[in-house]
């Protein structure tokens, strides 16, 4: 007799468990979730780089200075959601990086660091959207970074490095993706692309309405049909700088607006669809050890949990997956009085804006005011001079990953915060999970990143198609 494949293995085996395990009858493994009810819709809500204190962050910024918990938590509190913790290795790493983890969930199996659903023996593994697209279902992609980046891309994309930019956009038309909301300009301008093609025009000839603004985006045009969203060059601003930039407000949609036109659009779709949505920057300001980017970036990511679970709560015919695809930086609050905590609501920017005002000529009062109006924190000669060493490439920390301007610029405002960071890169952290509607029993408890794939795929009856 023959060893059982993986798929075979989690569809008879580990989904078994874990349905059992939730006091559901048990009949072919995942033939349970189908005798629970098929599900018509897919909604999967990603915070990338999201580590369990920055759940907490933001859920605590929300309590003490708006009155409410976060969605997420309020989803665990009242009890809506099935809760798990997630192993999201990739083939050749313990700790991911965004396109491994995507691609777990895009095709299930596990690839390499930096593949995108291309396993490490360079086989090419059908993702996700076109499994869906393939059973007549509608598709989404929504993201606060480029569209083609790592964590969308691995729901829809076969390269080999997600540094592959023009070619996931290119794949993306090929494919027929439906909705695509995000940042990106410069992988679709023929003037940055490298070789020349205007695929907004090859979008437009296809069929999809193309909106670069968010009153292109409001008009009413994008309500239904084929869209392609594009608002900036490169990713979407942070959301602290997006709040206090008129142009950019006026200019730019936020997660919450996309996504709501997202469900809205594909929602019509008489079969039903698959949704991506990804709060991208929380990874990119953990990187930075960058608060006031990263807090407020997940409280714009839990407002598309809202949207989200409005759509899902009204209705039983829609799995919804909230989670993140590792951890990153792990910020902690610290013992301290809370004054220190709560001063972060005064932030008018984020630490990157501060950078980007900053060079290695700055003074040591240039620093001192810039920080000052971004945070109301006025921080002694010091410290300036800490940060102005790192600019020139002389401060030397113990710990060496912590001499860069970010890392020092996280040091010198968790003095004032007391929220300080172990790192600047992705941790090897067992990740939250939370799922909601026909599907989720199979998602409690500990769970392997591949099973999600193996889930949506058979909770919306579409595995034959993969």
């Known amino acids: 007799m023959s060893n059982p494949t993986r798929r ?36 999967f809500l990603v915070s990338d780089g999201m580590s369990a204190g920055t759940l907490t962050l933001a859920d605590l910024m929300l309590r003490r200075h708006h009155g409410r918990s976060s969605n997420w938590v309020r989803l665990l509190e009242e009890g809506k959601v099935n809760r798990g913790l997630m192993d999201m290795a990739s083939a050749d790493r313990i700790v991911t990086d965004s396109a491994a983890a995507a691609a777990s969930w895009g095709c299930g199996h596990r690839v390499n660091n930096g593949a995108l659903n291309i396993g490490p023996d360079g086989t090419h593994h059908k993702p996700v959207l076109p499994v869906f697209r393939d059973a007549g279902k509608a598709t989404g992609l929504v993201t606060t970074t480029e569209i083609t980046h790592a964590t969308p891309a691995g729901f829809a994309a076969n390269v080999e490095s997600r540094a592959m930019g023009e070619t996931i956009a290119e794949q993306y038309l090929e494919r027929q993706i439906d909705i695509l909301l995000g940042g990106g300009h410069n992988h679709y301008d023929p003037e940055q692309r490298e070789d020349g093609r205007d695929l907004y025009e090859e979008h437009r000839q296809s069929g999809y309405y193309i909106a670069k603004t968010k009153s292109e985006l409001m008009n009413g045009n994008a309500t239904e049909g084929q869209v392609l969203g ?27 607006e996309m996504t709501d036109l997202a469900i809205g659009n594909l929602s019509d779709h008489p ?27 997940q409280i714009a990511f839990d407002d598309a949990v809202g949207v989200a679970m409005a759509f899902a709560e009204s209705r039983d015919d829609t799995l919804v997956i909230i989670t993140t695809d590792h951890g990153n930086a792990n910020p902690g609050l610290n013992s301290a009085p809370d004054e220190h905590f709560d001063s972060i609501r005064e932030f008018r920017h984020t630490n990157d804006w501060i950078r980007r005002g900053l060079d290695t000529d700055s003074s040591l009062s240039q620093i001192q005011e810039r920080i000052e109006y971004a945070t109301g ?16 490439g002389t401060y030397r920390a113990a710990y060496s990953s912590m001499n860069s301007t970010a890392a020092v610029l996280g040091q010198i405002l968790a003095n004032h915060t007391h929220v300080n960071w172990v790192g600047g890169s992705h941790t090897a952290d067992y990740v939250e999970l939370a799922t909601f509607g026909p599907g989720s029993e199979a998602l409690e408890g500990f769970v392997i990143n591949t099973q999600l794939f193996d889930v949506m795929t058979e909770a919306a009856g579409v595995a034959e198609f993969v």
């Open 271 to 297: 079969d039903g669809f698959i949704l991506q949505v990804e709060g991208g920057r929380v990874d990119h300001a953990a990187h930075s050890n960058d608060l006031g980017g990263l807090i407020y970036d």
């Open 377 to 392: 924190y006025e921080i002694p000669s010091e410290q300036a001079e800490f940060y102005r060493q790192a600019a020139r």
């Open 8 to 43: 075979e293995f989690l569809k008879t085996g580990a989904l078994s468990t874990l349905l059992l395990g939730s006091g559901i009858a048990v009949a072919g493994g995942c033939e349970a979730i189908r005798q629970r009810g098929k599900t018509k819709n897919v909604i």
């Open 230 to 256: 594009v608002f900036t060059n490169g990713h979407l601003p942070y959301t602290l700088d997006h709040q206090n930039t008129p142009e950019l407000l006026e200019n730019v949609p936020t997660l919450a």
